[in-house]
């Protein structure tokens, strides 16, 4: 593999933060997710980031964080729902590494995610739908991409081991 960073990109509820730990303990790298990078340098949560200074602060924030991995390297990284919408950011995850769509169809995200105001941008079915499609045509811009639906973590882990060990 050409680079030494793997970027997780994908809809809320996609899986990121659950397949990133296994497929950096399989390379023998670290773990990153970036909203908990962004959480814990602001001591404060992603939620109360939104509400206080709203979403156009966030992802400056987002992508100052994704920036300084430019310093490091060996590293999965789980990118925020958003991150991957911004073209700039785009440019920075080809720049370092391989970015991988973990693809999960909307009705699965949906029955996995609560609405239970931890997620700023889960508001109502009708407004996942549209931020859902809205961010889709970006997501696959992706350098890989994985069909999650029917696979269990380890079989997703060990499918993007797979395509990103033939680059």
């Known amino acids: 593999m050409k680079k030494e960073r793997v970027f997780l990109v994908g809809f809320m509820g996609a899986g990121k933060s659950t397949i990133g730990p296994l497929l950096a303990a399989r390379l023998g790298w670290d773990f990153i997710d970036l909203d908990e990078q962004i959480a814990e340098k602001q001591t404060r949560s992603i939620q109360e980031i939104f509400e206080t200074e709203g ?11 994704l920036r300084t991995l430019k310093d ?21 995850v080809h720049e370092l590494g391989v970015s991988v769509f973990l693809d999960c169809p909307l009705q699965t995200i949906m029955d996995r995610c609560l609405f239970d105001g931890t997620r700023p941008l889960f508001k109502s079915p009708e407004r996942i739908k549209v931020l859902y ?24 882990s060990n499918s993007i081991l797979l395509k990103i060990k033939n680059l």
């Open 133 to 156: 499609a809205s961010r889709l045509p970006f997501y696959r811009k992706s350098d890989l991409s994985i069909n999650v639906e029917h696979l269990t973590p380890e079989e997703i």
């Open 72 to 92: 490091r390297s060996g590293c999965v990284v789980a990118l925020g729902g958003g991150a991957f919408v911004s073209q700039l950011n785009r440019e920075t």
């Open 55 to 65: 979403e156009e602060y966030f992802r400056g924030l987002e992508m100052m964080a």
